[in-house]
């Protein structure tokens, strides 16, 4: 027997002998097993757990007291305990009944924790991972049934009298559907979708749950379904419906809390990928009006024309070209092409502003220092800063011959290229638009024989810094040999050439918008595929080019 200290003990102490026989305990063992009493069989007193490591005791040998990996460990009246063996004389086994429980209900709840925020984590992860909304619906209702529920239905917002509808069951594939749903048959959804807080499951019955709400496949009857809102940026983004079967347990407060924060990590989410739909269909509208034209032939007259930006990650600038067809070919094709200082997006906004006001003064195209002149007082009183070049081309053909009629606003003037490879500089010259009080400008005429071409360029080409040592421009001299080489090429053709030949020198080099318009006389006549309209689609766009 041992002393009296284990008596006194606020664990529970059940003293055994080494035929399973109770021989002894202390008040807090009488506590716990109550009408337990010395002479008692333990098999009959305590749970399986703790007689069976008794009974392993008599052949592998009493274990030292301490705690490990391999103690005895189970429950005993609703708690857990473990077994602590100490021998004593006679063979007799002291067990000290540690309670455990609050430790393991802590670690419990640590894990808990840890999951919930490993789970968060990854939705945070997989749903800022895209900005499409219907992959984030998508991603949301398999990552919800994946780790809330049997099931998950995500329900956008209304567009008109139809509902888009996203389901997955855990494990399975996840479907989506639009359609014309009541949402005021279900508990609490009507509320969601306004984004009002979520009333407790336990407040909503199964059986009130329309059909549609539950995905083909769901694992037999509904017994617990939360309907919560996806908080959105200032606007519901929509609602979450978590289904589990009647098989399952029902969802408990702590996992109608964590299915919220769940909710605002998924809402978040689509609000982002929804503000980024709109403001890319936004971008994409205001895009096609800024990007420049693809050219053609006009009535009789081939069109060209190339666009560089500045950076290549972009599609719009500074440098711009339009063609404004004549009503009829006894009309002038008005081409125009400037270069507004400044590069990228701010530049592109005061572009599409001058453009505009030029298709508005089409009417008065015949007098070019008018359009010039209105022109720059319309720059000069609106809030821009920037000033821009321009040069004027009024085309029309007349029999096998195009009449033209250059005008030069501090830009560069045209080049012609002559049917025998002779390139000639037209002399028209003129101050900027936008940054005094009056334009003053020379306008040129001249004429285009069969199979000769008008260039018109912006310096982005002659300034492009590059060749062997990358700090030399390509410069007039470059490109005018360049021209003389093109005599008698299509107009398509002429504009590859300058383009491939700048972006060739350019190398790896910085380099302003470039931007070129070609007009030519064909050799063989008018050409018979002719609308008169100008293909609106995007133009090619040049790639860099190493030397």
């Known amino acids: 027997m041992v002393g009296a200290t284990w008596t006194e003990a606020p664990y529970p102490v059940l003293v055994v002998d080494q035929h399973g026989v109770l021989v002894d305990l202390n008040e807090a063992a009488r506590i716990l097993l109550p009408g337990a009493a010395g002479g008692d069989r333990l098999d009959e007193r305590v749970p ?24 005895p ?80 239905v995500v329900v956008a917002p209304p567009q008109g009298r139809r509902h888009s509808l996203t389901f997955a069951n855990r494990g399975g594939p996840v479907t989506r559907a639009t359609r014309q749903v009541d949402v005021t048959a279900v508990p609490g959804l009507t509320e969601a979708l306004q984004g009002f807080p979520p009333v407790s499951a336990r407040w909503i019955d199964p059986a009130d749950i329309p059909d549609w709400v539950t995905p083909d496949g769901f694992p037999g009857p509904l017994g617990s379904v939360i309907v919560t809102p996806l908080p959105g940026h200032g606007v519901p983004a929509g609602a979450l419906i978590l289904l589990r079967s009647s098989t399952e347990q029902s969802f408990t407060e702590g996992e109608e809390v964590f299915a919220r924060l769940f909710a605002a990590r998924a809402g978040a989410a689509l609000s982002a990928a929804r503000l980024y739909g709109e403001q890319a269909a936004v971008t994409a509208t205001l895009m096609r009006e800024l990007l420049p ?73 015949d007098d070019h220092q008018r359009v010039l002149d209105l022109l720059n007082g319309a720059l000069l009183s609106s809030h821009h800063t920037r000033f821009a070049t321009l040069v004027l081309a009024s085309v029309r053909r007349q029999g096998d011959r195009v009449r033209l009629r250059l005008t030069s606003a501090g830009h560069l003037p045209p080049l012609i290229v002559r049917a025998d490879g002779t390139v000639e500089e037209v002399a028209t010259h003129g101050t900027l638009v936008g940054a005094l009080p009056a334009v003053t400008a020379d306008t040129v005429q001249t004429v285009l024989e069969p199979g000769e071409t008008c260039l018109l360029y912006t310096d982005g080409i002659t300034e492009a810094r590059g060749g062997p040592l990358g700090d030399e421009f390509f410069g007039d001299h470059r490109l005018r040999r360049a021209l003389a080489e093109c005599a008698g090429l299509p107009a ?42 100008p293909d609106r689609r995007p133009d090619r766009w040049y790639s860099r080019r190493s030397t």
Request: glycine share 12%.
């Open 293 to 365: 034209p693809t050219l053609r032939s006009v009535h009789g007259v081939e069109y060209a024309g190339g666009y560089r930006a500045a950076k290549d990650h972009e599609r719009v600038g500074g440098d711009f070209y339009d063609v404004h067809p004549g009503s009829d070919p006894s009309k002038d094709t008005l081409v125009v092409l400037g270069d507004v200082a400044g590069k990228g997006l701010d530049a592109a906004v005061l572009t599409g502003k001058i453009r505009n006001t030029l298709h508005a003064l089409l009417p008065l195209t």
């Open 48 to 71: 399986a757990w703790l007689s069976g490591a008794h009974a392993r005791l008599g052949d592998a040998g009493t274990e030292g007291s301490g705690t490990g990996a391999g103690l």
């Open 492 to 533: 398509e053709a002429v504009v590859e050439r300058v383009q491939m030949l700048a972006a060739q020198w350019l190398g790896a080099g910085r380099h302003d918008d470039m931007a070129t318009v070609v007009i030519r006389v064909p050799r063989d006549g008018p050409p018979t595929a002719d609308d008169g309209r």
């Open 73 to 152: 460990n189970g429950r005993i009246n609703g708690r857990h305990f473990e077994g602590h063996p100490t021998a004593a004389g006679g063979g007799d086994v002291v067990w000290w009944l540690v309670d455990d429980t609050d430790r393991r209900v802590a670690e419990a709840a640590l894990t808990d924790t840890r999951t919930r925020t490993d789970i968060l984590s990854e939705v945070s992860s997989t749903l800022l991972s895209t900005l499409n909304v219907p992959r984030c619906m998508e991603a949301s209702a398999f990552l919800a049934a994946a780790h809330l529920a049997d099931a998950a």
